[in-house]
Structures are given as structure tokens and as C-alpha cells.
């Protein structure tokens, strides 16, 4: 069961909602949190009356109120940022260091590679004709979940949160998205909307899971390091870890890669993976 989760404090959350039920063949199937539970195939979508970086545990929620525990969960969301720019945007959840938006400090949610890649891919081709950017945002803020998540947004301010058409290609892309299993990365290095792996992934037979941007990291306390590297990639389900060395200094790629190596873990590039 893929858990979907909308949130009626935050109006792109409700459009993408809407737009999926005007798509037709959902079914209402009881109540959670006063609100209709509404059904498709194996997706469940639920509405909730707070806001979602800060409703720990929803999984645990709606297996108590479901009777069933999801095997994903997939967040409706708004995505804020500061440029304005309009984008779709996928990422995994949790905290490489402090909680300010929700989640548990140094603590990361399981991820959800092969959904969220592929839940990519078809946001690219499914605003192929629109002026959004689609990419993928690191790993960052809440909720605290056990089951495998991650947010599908629309950015990045009030005036695009509104936008229907994006709300209605996010839905189509939730109700089409074939998912495809590829080999899972975490990715280490670069900023927090990660060109470099957006760009892999629509080129290359990848899932990405956990990323961890270089602003989230000392490269000199290693210790630390190593530490966000187990936890990523363990996290992700990954063998494999793309490592952005342009975004870095050489000494510090190569500090990364040693880690990666001496965990037992596969330091890969795009040179390393074959093309979709």
C-alpha cells in the first residue's frame, strides 16, 4: 500500500489532492482524523488537519486507523524558497544535523529510491511543455517516519503553490509513474536542489536515495563524516554512492571516497553506470 498524505494547511497539498480525485476512480473507504480516507488500486490517500514536517509517526497513525501498514509514503506538498523559481520538485526526508523543520535531529527517514527516481523521471516528461523546473531537493526537515517517504512539492512561493496545472501534473505523475529498480546511490556533495543527480538520473539507470549536500558536512571531522555516510546509504538501501567530486576540493573527494570504500561501499560516477 502507498500511503499518499495531504495536508489542509498547505494549499498545493489540497490541489494536488483534488486533482487526483477529479482523475476519477478513487472510492471513499471510511475515516482518519474526521477527514475521508479515499482509495485506488494500492494507493490510500488521507487528509490531515496540521501540518505535515510535524506529525511524527503518521505511518504508525494511519496503520492504526487503516488496518494496514503502507509500505511508502509519499507527502503532497508546497516547497518554499527564497528565488521564487517555479519547480516540481522530489526528496527523501530527515536530518543531517538540528530539527528546525520538524523530524529528529542527525536522524534520517528510510528513503524511497526507486519511487522517488522514477517519480522524477516522469515529472520531467510530464512538464515537458511547462515553465517549471523539475529536480530533485537533498534530504532535509520532517517528518519523523520508520516507513520509506519522501515529498513531491510545488514551488516556490505563493504564487506558483496555487498553480492548478502543477497540481495536475503531480497527480497524473503519482497515478502513472511506472516504477523502475535500478541499482540505489546515496549521493554526497553539491547544493540543495542537486543538478548533478537530477541530471543522472533522467540519463542513467540510478535510484537515488538519501543525498547529502556539502553544506551539511565538515570534510575535515571525518569522523562525522563517516558517520552520515553509514547512515545515508544504510538509510537508502544503497550499495553504490555518487560521489559530485567537481563540487569539492580533490583532497576532500578523495577523503570521501576512502570513507565510502572503507565502509564497503561502491564509490561510482555517471562513467560507472549505463544509460537508460
Known sequence: MRLLVCSTEDNASVNI???????????QDGEMNDAPVHR?????????PRLHLYYDDIDLAASEALKARPGEVVFL????????KRSLTVHPIGNWGDAEYGGRPGTLVPAAPHLMTSLLRK???????????????????GPYLTTPALFIEIGSSEGTWGDLDAART??????????????????????HYAPRFTETSLGKKISFGHMLPNYAFDPGDLESLREKIRMGAESSGARLVYIHRKSMKRSEATAVAKIVVDLGYDAVDSSDLDSI
Open 123 to 141: 515529472l520531467k516528461e510530464e512538464a515537458s511543455e511547462m515553465p517549471f523546473e523539475v529536480a530533485f531537493e537533498v534530504t532535509h526537515h
Open 40 to 48: 485506488k488500486g494500492d494507493m490510500v490517500m488521507i487528509t490531515i
Open 17 to 27: 489532492r483534488d486533482a487526483m480525485l477529479a482523475s476519477g476512480g478513487w472510492s
Open 77 to 84: 506538498s508546497r516547497h518554499k524558497a527564497a528565488s521564487g
Open 170 to 191: 503531480i497527480a497524473r505523475t503519482l497515478q502513472e509513474v511506472e516504477v523502475e529498480a535500478y541499482p540505489i546511490a546515496m549521493g554526497i556533495g553539491g547544493g
